[in-house]
Each structure stands twice: as structure tokens, then as C-alpha cells.
């Protein structure tokens, strides 16, 4: 991260603080002048940074959106060369617009987002040309072409140092990973088991995550990774939380010893990932912690993938769900990030919902369910917000340690 | 590396990708073989607006007991099973055997690789397969100009390449090959 990245990340988070109680205006003031952000009408125009960052990405994504309707609304009125000819010249006019922003006019933000257009561009090229020569249904078949897109889109992500293209093309990849899984076995009774090979790709997410951390040229996107492979796992983990699932394993007649190699195959790969952090990351308990935590769930894997068919699993995925959403307030308050904490509580409030609706729906008439649910919702509202408010207390005292707080001088 | 650099090769690269898919597709097309392929009698109308209509052949659905079916080839799960084919005296090719690898057993064949998707036990010994050739292009709103009923024979043109992939070309009504156009 720059100073300047840096100043404006301080200069929006002393801002949240200060809008909740925590530190006061003159406190707020002193801290980035510490930290070199200048007086409060610099620092307002720090602030605008992200502001011109939110509607730069925003409206990269609505162009290419544009240009995927332009091209779908006027289909055959189109000749076929200039359709291909567009597509192309689209993404060099978009990647020459934001290096010439970036390198030549000093817009960053602007330039980036423009980058990132031209990575959409790409993928929407993949997928416009299959449509273009009628490509459907061919080894060129969607599945993939998600990963066709990561291939494009991945090198641009590193060799630019752009974490929203990261992430879209995480986001390709998993989309791959999902829908081929999906298309080799469909309607089949090993539908359900195959999809834990997702749990341990975002596994191998989190693991990559960790290990970029370790590299300070590419730390800046360790937690991309660790987020989307987090997001990958709580998906997988909150759909497996439902017995109706385990139901349909069964009835099924799946049987033990039945899973595709490409479960294991996933899994190995994700293990291999875990085995490597325990041997470069630096040994102390946290560390430990998570890469038993890593170990636990693959473990788990291994077994639902050979074992399928046993009604129990539901429990020990609701046990899993809760389980994380715990580790990510717990680290969230141990490094002093509050997204982790609010996001750990978010992923206990819908599992918490969830739960009600999933046991009480058919028990209880509509009105009861509403009110008895009214009134649970807002208790748990109640705990969370007073359990939240003290975590972020705790977190603004310093800490024996005295490494905990993001921001701090030494 | 300057950053110039570093954008000539992402640039490079992705449209390697874009020209490698678009070479494999015209690779397939150039070096295929063309089957016609008869549609199960359905109604047309049914047909969606969105560009793609999804239709099932009468290979979709093959009775293990009408043609020669290999005890090794598959038939549920999503396993690969090649299904060969022969071209009769109406123009359309029908199968006459499915294996589980690329093998012909009569000289003019061609072989169409798909997944088996289960079987129908409801109807004897009918296994569904699935070969990535269910959805055929059709420009928005142009359906209707396909006839509807079971009056007609409608079939797609299929190029198959030598290792039994396929891609649908245009739909083919009563031996005439169809162009449809946006309405």
C-alpha cells in the first residue's frame, strides 16, 4: 500500500470513528496530521479519492454493459465483421484510454477503471463471438470460457497490481470450477457430494491468500483472496447447512467410495496449499490455529466426498458455519479490522434466520411466525449491535502488545 | 519491464485466446464431417425468444436394446460414451452403436461424442445423452418461421470433427436448409 493509499484509507476510517464515538473531532485531526494527511481540506480531498475509485468502477461496468446490450439488441442488423472488428477495437481503445490516463495524465483511478473495462470487454468478446459464429454447445462451451476469461484477465490483474480485476477473475474461476462440476454431472445422484470440491477450492483460496502475504510485492492482494475464498466456503458451507439436501444425497442411493477423482484431486490440491504455509509462514499460535482450522474442514471434506450418504452432516455443517463466522469476528477483533467483525456477525445473523425459518415455517401459524420472529430478530439485533459495540471499543484500547491497531506509530 | 511493455503482453495474450478460440472453432468447421440431425417431434412454438432454442435430437434419447451398445460404455453419470452414426437413405443419420471410445465398427460412419446423462426405465432400456448440440442459434423472434406440427421434418445440420465434437449450423426443414432472420 503507498502513503497515499494509505492516508486516504486513514482519512476514511478516522472519519467512521470519529461518526461513531470513539475518538473526538480534535483526536481525528491530530491523527492525520501525524500521519502526514495535511490540513482538513486536504484531507477532504483525500476523501473524494474513493469516491472517484466508487463511480470510476461503477461506470466502467455499466459501459461494458452497454456494449454487450448495443451488440445483443442489434444482432443481425450487424455484419459479422464489424461485430468481430467492434469487439476488438472496444478493448484497444479502452486499454490505450487508461494507460494514456495513468502513464501520460497521472488519473490513476480513472485509468485503472478503464483497464478494468478492458478486461471486461474480453470477457464479453469470449462470449459475444461464441454467439457471433455459433459457437454454442461446442468443447468451446461456456464452463470453459469462464476460465478462458481468468486467463486474460489474471496476468493484467498482477502485472497492473489491480485488485478489482483479481477478483473478477477469481470470480471466473470459480464460476469455471462450479459449472463444469455442474455440466459433468447433472441430474445425477452425485450432483450434491461432487459440489464439496468448492468447499475445498475456497480452501485453496484462502490458503494462496496467505502465502501471497508473505511476498510484499504481491501482500496487496492476500486479501483478495482470503475474502473470495471465505465468501466460496460460507456459500458451499450455508447451502450444506440444510438437511433436505443430505435427504436427496440418500435417497439418491449414492454410495461410499463413489466420488469422482476430481473431488480428491481438488481437495489434494488444497492440501498441498495448507502443507506449504506450514512450512514458509512464521510459527506462533494464530498461525497454527489457522492452518489447523485449513486442515480440519479438508479433512472434512475427505470424508463427505468417500461417505456421502449419512443424514448427521447437516449438524456438522451448521457446527462449521458458526464456527467460521466466530473465527472471522475473533480475527476481525485481534487485528482490529471491523469489516471482518461485521461480516462475521452478518454471517451469524442469516445463519441464525435461516435456522428459524428452516425449523419454525411449518410449526407455527403465519402471524405467530412473524411476531415470535419479529421479536427474536430484534434481540439478536440487540446482541449483536451491543456484542459489536464492544468489540470495537476493545479495539480503540491499546493493547499490551502494542501491535494490534492499524495505524499505529511505533 | 515499462509498463507499455507490461500491457503489450496482457494485450497479446488475451487476443491469442480470442483468435485461438475463434481458429479451433473455423478448425472444426473446415475439417468436420456433416450430419443431419432429426429433431424429436415437438412444438416449435414452445421455442424461447432468447437467442438460443434448446432442442433434443432423436439421438438424445437411445434405446441400448435397438442398436449395438458396448457393456464398457456408459450410460448415467455424465460418462463419455461415443455414439456412432450412419447415414440413411433420407439424408439423416441415425445411431447404430455407442462405445466408450473413439471406435468405428462400419466404414463411413461417424462418431459423435456425448455424455450419458441415465437411463429411462420407464421405457425399457432408454439412455439420455447429452452432447453439447441442444442449443441450436435462432435470431430473437424468429421461430415462428419454423413450421410447427408433426407434419414436417425438421432436422439441424451438425459438423462433427474427428474426435466427435459437434456444433450446430441451421435448422433443416424438409430436406431445405433454413434461414432464419430477426423479425
Known amino acids: ?410 | 519491464m515499462s509498463p507499455a511493455k507490461k500491457l503489450a503482453i496482457v494485450i497479446v495474450l488475451q487476443f491469442l485466446v480470442l483468435f485461438s478460440v475463434l481458429a479451433f472453432k473455423q478448425y472444426t468447421v473446415w475439417t468436420s464431417e456433416t450430419v443431419l440431425l432429426k429433431l424429436q417431434p415437438a412444438d416449435l412454438r414452445d421455442f424461447p425468444r432468447a437467442n438460443d432454442a434448446t432442442v433434443e435430437y432423436e439421438i438424445s434419447r437411445l434405446d441400448r436394446t435397438s442398436i449395438a451398445w458396448d457393456e464398457s460404455a456408459g450410460t448415467c453419470c455424465g460418462m463419455p460414451v461415443y455414439v456412432e452414426l450412419q447415414k440413411q437413405d433420407d439424408g439423416l443419420w441415425k445411431a447404430i452403436a455407442a462405445h466408450d471410445s473413439h471406435t468405428h465398427t462400419v466404414d463411413g460412419t461417424v462418431l459423435i461424442k456425448g455424455r450419458a446423462q441415465g437411463e429411462y426405465l420407464y421405457q425399457g432400456q432408454t439412455v439420455s445423452v447429452y452432447y453439447g448440440i441442444e442449443d441450436v442459434f435462432v435470431p430473437e423472434g424468429s421461430a415462428s418461421q419454423l413450421p410447427t406440427g408433426r407434419d414436417h421434418t425438421i432436422a439441424v445440420e451438425v459438423k462433427v470433427d474427428r474426435f466427435g465434437n459437434a456444433t450446430p449450423r441451421h435448422f433443416v426443414v424438409d430436406g431445405q436448409q433454413v434461414d432464419l432472420s430477426r423479425r
Open chain 1, 1 to 410: 500500500m503507498d502513503d497515499e493509499e494509505y492516508r486516504e484509507r486513514l482519512a476514511h476510517d478516522v472519519a467512521t470513528w470519529t461518526r461513531g464515538g470513539l475518538i473526538s473531532a480534535e483526536q481525528e485531526g491530530a491523527i492525520l496530521a501525524r500521519a502526514g494527511a495535511g490540513a482538513p481540506r486536504a484531507v477532504g480531498i483525500l476523501r473524494l479519492g474513493w469516491f472517484v475509485t466508487a463511480v470510476s468502477i461503477i461506470g466502467a461496468l455499466v459501459l461494458a454493459g452497454g456494449v454487450v446490450l448495443l451488440f445483443a439488441s442489434q444482432w443481425d442488423t450487424i455484419p459479422t465483421w464489424l461485430r468481430t472488428g467492434s469487439i476488438f477495437a472496444g478493448m484497444l481503445a479502452a486499454y490505450g484510454a487508461g494507460y494514456a490516463l495513468i502513464y501520460r495524465f497521472d488519473m490513476q483511478r480513472v485509468g485503472s477503471a478503464l483497464l478494468l473495462l478492458g478486461v471486461l470487454l474480453y470477457e464479453a468478446a469470449l462470449f459475444l463471438l461464441a454467439e457471433i459464429y455459433n459457437m454454442p454447445g461446442t468443447p468451446v462451451d461456456s464452463p470453459l470460457l469462464l476460465l478462458l476469461a481468468a486467463v486474460g484477465a489474471l496476468p493484467l490483474a498482477y502485472l497492473f497490481e489491480s485488485r478489482i480485476v483479481l477478483l473478477l477473475g477469481i470470480l471466473n474461476t470459480t464460476g469455471w470450477v462450479v459449472a463444469e462440476l455442474a455440466m459433468r454431472y447433472p441430474d445425477s445422484p452425485k450432483s450434491e457430494s461432487v459440489m464439496i470440491a468448492v468447499g475445498a477450492f475456497g480452501v485453496a483460496l484462502y490458503a494462496v491468500g496467505q502465502l501471497h502475504a508473505l511476498r510484499p510485492s504481491i501482500a496487496p492482494f492476500s486479501a483478495v483472496y482470503r475474502f473470495a475464498g471465505l465468501l466460496v466456503l460460507l456459500a458451499l458451507v450455508y447451502a450444506f447447512t440444510f438437511d433436505e439436501i443430505w435427504r436427496q444425497v440418500i435417497d439418491s442411493g449414492v454410495k461410499a467410495y463413489s466420488t469422482p477423482a476430481v473431488v480428491y484431486a481438488t481437495i489434494g490440491l488444497a492440501a498441498a496449499l495448507v502443507a506449504v504455509q506450514t512450512l514458509v509462514r512464521a510459527r506462533d499460535t494464530e498461525m497454527s490455529i489457522d492452518i489447523g482450522a485449513q486442515a480440519v474442514l479438508l479433512a472434512v471434506a475427505a470424508v463427505v466426498a468417500t461417505w456421502p450418504g449419512w443424514s448427521g452432516y447437516s449438524l456438522v455443517f451448521n457446527a462449521i458455519y458458526f464456527a467460521i463466522a466466530a473465527a472471522l469476528v475473533t480475527s476481525g477483533y485481534l487485528h482490529g479490522d471491523e469489516r471482518f467483525i461485521n461480516l462475521g456477525l452478518a454471517v451469524v445473523g442469516l445463519g441464525l434466520i435461516t435456522r428459524y425459518i428452516d425449523v419454525f415455517w411449518s410449526m407455527l401459524a403465519g402471524s405467530a411466525f412473524f411476531i415470535i420472529g419479529g421479536v427474536l430478530l430484534l434481540g439478536v439485533a440487540f446482541a449483536i449491535e451491543r456484542m459489536r459495540s464492544g468489540l470495537i471499543r476493545g479495539m480503540s484500547v491499546p493493547r499490551g502488545d502494542g501491535g494490534a491497531t492499524r495505524g499505529a506509530t511505533p
